[in-house]
């Protein structure tokens, strides 16, 4: 049985929360896999696994989250460098991160977070770099996407899955020293992707409609999500499958 501790830094009221969301989406990507997805409120409780708890788990997840990861809120540079001492003290262990937490990592490892120009929204076709086609086994993939801000460019460690003209830096692996030059999914040290392959249409559209009613979202961009919300997804089929191949589960195709 495979055991991650879920990293909590938002909420999703609308839909249970976010542990709900993410155990639908595992079990959707590896029906029949048992798991145990153990979530820490890193944001209310600032509770995170102790050493050794962190030798159980196979994986520390991050979730999305309405915050900037480029602010300095206590919360935020306390996860920024409890993240940045488990890559250090705990070489082993894998990191799976989601948008925000794509996003802290990338700080975390000396990158940086930043407000973009535009927002990037609902199912969106990522240019795969040639490692991502390889690790994803697809020529193209599209992606749930719900972000403003971005990481504007690659820390020197990691290497580049994707991007799009909007965001550079879609997705990012880091590979355990040991593997090379084989770089397999099950040879990842860590895995970040800029959108939510753990978002489905209806939970884009309900953020939509909230964020563009309190006038977050602007209005051209929520009619272009409009035009764009029954695209096709593959946030479980390919990435949530890639997810668990990282975890050293073999998964079917979809």
């Known amino acids: 049985m495979s055991r991650i501790a879920l990293l909590v830094t938002g909420a999703l009221p609308a839909f249970g929360d976010y542990h709900a969301v993410f155990t639908a989406f595992l079990a959707a990507a590896a ?7 153990v979530a820490y409120d890193v944001v209310h409780k600032m509770e995170y696994p102790s050493d050794d708890e962190l030798g159980s788990f196979d994986a520390l997840m991050y979730t999305g989250s309405a915050s900037n990861a480029f602010d300095d809120a206590e919360w935020i540079t306390t996860l920024v460098a409890f993240t ?3 890559v250090d003290e705990h070489p082993r262990l894998k990191l799976i991160g989601i948008c925000f937490g794509h996003q802290i990592i990338a700080r975390a490892l000396g990158g940086s977070c930043v407000r973009n120009t535009r927002w990037e929204i609902g199912p969106t076709p990522l240019d795969l770099t040639p490692l991502g086609k390889s690790l994803f086994g697809v020529d193209t993939l599209t992606i749930q996407q719900m972000h403003r801000d971005h990481v504007p460019f690659l820390p020197s460690t990691l290497d580049l899955l994707a991007s799009t003209p909007t965001s550079p830096i879609q997705g990012f692996v880091r590979f355990f020293p040991s593997s090379a030059p084989t770089h397999t999914l099950a040879n990842i040290h860590i895995f970040s992707v800029q959108g939510h392959p753990e978002f489905t249409e209806p939970i884009v559209s309900h953020l939509v409609a909230a964020r563009a009613q309190s006038g977050i979202v602007p209005p051209d961009v929520a009619a272009d999500y409009e035009n764009r919300r029954n695209w096709a997804n593959d946030g479980v ?8 191949r990282v975890l050293g589960v073999e998964v079917g195709q979809g």
């Open 84 to 86: 940045a001492r488990v």
């Open 31 to 37: 029906p029949g896999h048992e798991f145990e997805l």
């Open 237 to 244: 089929g390919v990435v949530g499958r890639a997810v668990w």
